[in-house]
């Protein structure tokens, strides 16, 4: 008796060169279609690329929108993001089109934690500034009162937002001798490292306030001109969550108006902002860096490791281990 083979399904993936065996994995059993190269697709590029498959594995970076879905066709099954932060995808244009969408918390919370902290310490005590003077042959003879930050001993630390990053950014901060607390807008619990607080209360009394909250319409230019007159002049604002929860132009103004001590931004709206003139880029107090929150080789090939079990789970008709939250 002779039957027809039946059809591997088909995954595509939106970059070729990712780190680890995750997409080795999901080769080994599915039909597997990588972008050719590192070069994000354009969204035509992608939707080309997604026709008639049953998966799609993609970075934060990646737009996924009711066009893309609509293009993937009725067979796509699951979009599985390499990625915690999910601002760049239609969840509900998904659902309706019964498709899951995949995140990977847990895998990139001690990375991510690590460059929030990195952030606090660069801004706090002025070391990019410190080193920029190196560089130009500005050491100049000891002095007392040269190339002077502020204690991150002793100083409150604000935690916006309460999930595995920020508990993560807490626990290293209790390491510094920090006092930590943190708002979050439904769960108002203490717990052994912090201590729930207002969000007004948060802003007047940190010394260090750093942002994890994800992007979503409620937390868009949640820190804005109103926000930062807010916060001590003596105060940090550091943001490792996504660009778009800070005002940009406001955080600049307070910054140019000695209103806020320094600033710390890993995101920034825009991504990627590549103009060497850029004002982000040349504010003495601001230290910036391009998105490197989860950039070890170890947490990225565990995020794309993670999006892989994803696919896997799904198109073996499975629980997704990490489904963004319903
Ligand atoms: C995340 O995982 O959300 C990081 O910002 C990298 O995209």
């Known amino acids: ?34 972008w050719p190269r590192t070069a994000p697709p354009t969204p035509a590029e992608l939707a080309g690329l997604v026709r008639g498959c049953e998966g799609l594995l993609v970075l934060g970076s990646d737009r996924v929108d009711a066009a893309l879905l609509d293009a993937a066709g009725p067979d796509l099954r699951v979009v599985a993001l390499a990625s915690m932060g999910y601002d760049g995808v239609d969840v509900a244009a998904a659902v309706e ?26 801004a706090r005590r002025r070391l990019p500034a410190s080193m920029d003077a190196l560089r130009r042959g500005a050491w100049g003879a000891f002095r007392m009162d040269s190339f002077l930050g502020l204690d991150v001993q002793g100083a409150t630390l604000g935690l916006i937002g309460y999930g595995q990053i920020a508990r993560a950014v807490a626990r290293r901060a209790a390491g510094f001798g920090m006092r930590v607390r943190h708002h979050h807008p439904r769960r108002k619990e203490d717990d052994e490292l912090s201590r729930w ?10 010394d260090v306030v750093s942002v994890h909250t994800p992007l979503t319409r409620e937390t868009q230019g949640m820190i804005g001109a109103t926000e930062l007159a807010r916060m001590k002049p003596t105060a940090t604002l550091v943001n ?10 406001a955080l600049l103004a307070a910054l140019r108006r000695g209103e806020l001590h320094s600033a710390g931004l890993d995101v920034m709206t825009g991504e990627p902002r590549t103009s060497p003139s850029d ?26 490791e993670l999006a ?13 281990p990490t489904p963004v939250p319903g």
């Not at 003495?284 to 947490?299: D, R």
């Open 279 to 304: 004002p982000l880029f040349n504010e003495p107090h601001l230290v910036v860096l391009p998105h490197v929150g989860s950039a070890t080789e170890t947490t990225r090939a565990a995020m794309v």
């Open 197 to 206: 607080v207002p969000f007004d209360e948060l802003l007047r009394t940190s």
């Open 97 to 122: 089109r019964g498709v899951v969408i995949t995140h990977t918390p847990d895998v990139l919370a001690e990375t991510t934690a690590d460059v929030a902290m990195a952030l606090i310490l660069m």
């Open 1 to 34: 008796m002779s039957g027809t083979p039946s059809r591997r399904p088909r995954v595509a993936v939106s970059r070729t060169g990712l780190p680890g065996d995750g997409v080795e994995r999901l080769a080994a059993r599915f039909d597997v279609t990588s």
């Open 308 to 320: 892989a079990r994803n696919v896997e789970a799904i198109l073996d008709g499975r629980c997704a």
């Open 240 to 249: 490792t969550g996504r660009g778009g929860v800070v005002d940009e132009e």
